[in-house]
């Protein structure tokens, strides 16, 4: 007999007890979609995560935080606590060519009016060489702004690609220029263009719709001409600062670096110390999280499949009993052993390889669920909108592939006892059952 | 004499071997039944016909004696051979018809086809010929539970003629019918008999039936008492003339076994008798 026929015999005798057969199911149902639910969710999570710290940069990314001294974030935070410009720039100066300043602070919004009478919407960020490798900015030519710019004040200026279209029409050479921005609709303050970096839109965030030249943005100053041009200059004071370190340093060498600066300067603080937490180490706690959460809840589903197994064999006892005349019938007009197996043993199979199809659909749909409202967080979220960007979904190939020879083996090992009482049953008893 | 398709030998069934609760079913049997032979086996319920249905059947297997089917000797073979066995050699049709209820007419009738390896295209060929020859072919679709008790009878004998076995075993095909479609269903049998040759062995307790066919075989108490042909065949039967019974000394009717299967029968159907002219085996 054909694996067809043993199929088509299994489907009908599955279609024939509806209700029984979806309920059997039930057990794999729940397994398989929150195996698929999970994982899908940890996918999504750790590839979201990956993009917006490949977005951040380069794993040579390193934050030094304040941090309370017995881990009680209650306690008042005083002005000479923070960690001032001037540790900032003590450290800088004391390791030359290692480190960079990467912090940065938004200056609002500008508008230029070109020769040709055109408006150019951008947003101002200020910050130094360490901004860029955090924001993954690619300079095209031209130098980025500095720390140095920032220590003097200098009105320098880094624009994007688009924005030498916009303002330039692409007729002059940008560097060296001298700009006039209209800063948050106040007084204009006059920029001199030092370099072009390559507008990323995945980096920039969403520009969904919006035509090349009517985008708006980042022109890249000083850190403190930032802070100079919003009249905040008192915000040189850090809860935490960004750094990006050589690559001739290894991430324990910067983090050992910076804590040993730092502990020197908060030795005598009572309540605040410095903590410094490196990307890599962010990611690596992240991902950790997401992988115990995956292998707690595939405990569960396991003990679930193990569950549904138990149902499905419970019921394919069931079901031989209740086809006993039907095995006979069959053994009489000349089934082997072996055809009957089959036939019971399909049948297992069937149902668990259905129900685990269902949980694969139910965990895509939940996974899916779950991402449309994560990127309606995400969008109530401006701050962070830009850098985690759309939310996608990654199904987990690799998970489905299991959840369906998890399914298929169930549907063995459970069927089989089932199937080896039925193909034993003696015709003449079989065929005299009532 | 035609080919012999049945030869039985010494044939005994014992239950519970070893046992203190030992039982013998069939005392030793000598069977031979030939080609193209229609052939009643009658006996009381508790004569044994049962196990030798099952045994004629290939559903078991002698405990002594030889059985040979179409020239095999079934008491050698495995499980899996009698399974070939009961596929092409025998057509079984049972009192209660045993359709699979999930399956339209036809795929019944393809079942043991299915079984015995044919190709989809040819199966379904087969059993569409085999439906008309039982003149089921309009309801070919139908599921059992919508057809009568005497069509689904019909579609099970072609369904037992599938694989053009050597013998058709029906155990009481008409037990569960009324006796028109009881009818009915005989006259498929005869026709099967002689249009297409069929050697058939009907097993009845139903000397009415029996009466049907060209030789009987009366079995009681797991021995034949008598086997003839039956010159009456189609005849009815008269009850009326049965009067010389005698009375044991516990009550029982004893009647002699003699040579006229009717007669034989009959004393049969009156009921709950021994045998006289035979020693009490027990």
Redesign the interface.
Known sequence: MSFWENIKMALGAIKSNKMRSLLTMLGIIIGISAVITITTLGNTLKSTFNNAMSLTGSSNLIMAQLYPNDGDYDIDIDISDYITMDMVEEFMDKYPGKFYFGSDTSAGEGTLINSKNNTVNVSILGGAEGTFDSYAIKMLYGRKVTFRDSLESRHTCVVSDVFVEQYFKNKEEPIGKQISVTVNESLPVDFTIIGVYKYNEMIMGNSGGVKREDLKTNLIIPYSVALEVNNRYRDDLFYSVIFSFDKSLTPEEATSTLEDFFSEKYEYNKNWGVKVVTNEQLMSVMSTAINIVTVIISVIAALSLIVGGVGVMNIMLVSVTERTREIGIRKALGAKKKTIKGQFVTEAIIICLIGGIIGILLGLLNGELVAIIANKIVASQPDYADLLGNVKVSPPVGGIIISLIFSTLTGVFFGLYPASKAAKMNPIDALRYD | MSRTIIKMRNIVKRYYIGQPNELEILHGMDIDIHEGEFVAIVGASGSGKSTLM?II?A??KPTEGVYYLDDTDISKLN??QL??I???KIG?V?QTF??????NALKNVE??M????MSRKDRSKRAMELLKLVEMEDRYTHQPNELSGGQKQRVAIA?AMA?DPAIILADEPTGALDSKTGHLVMDIFHKLHKQEGKTIVLITHSPELASETERIITISDGMIISDSANPDAGKDIDLSDIDDFETDENGMQILPVGDDPMKNMQVLMKGGIRVTGEEDHR
Do not use: A, H, V
């Not at chain 2, 299915?114 to 390896?117: A, N």
């Open positions: 099952n059947g559903l078991d499980d899996k399974s070939d009961r596929n092409k079984f049972f045993n359709l699979i209820s999930r399956q079942l043991p299915l079984y015995g390896g369904r694989n």
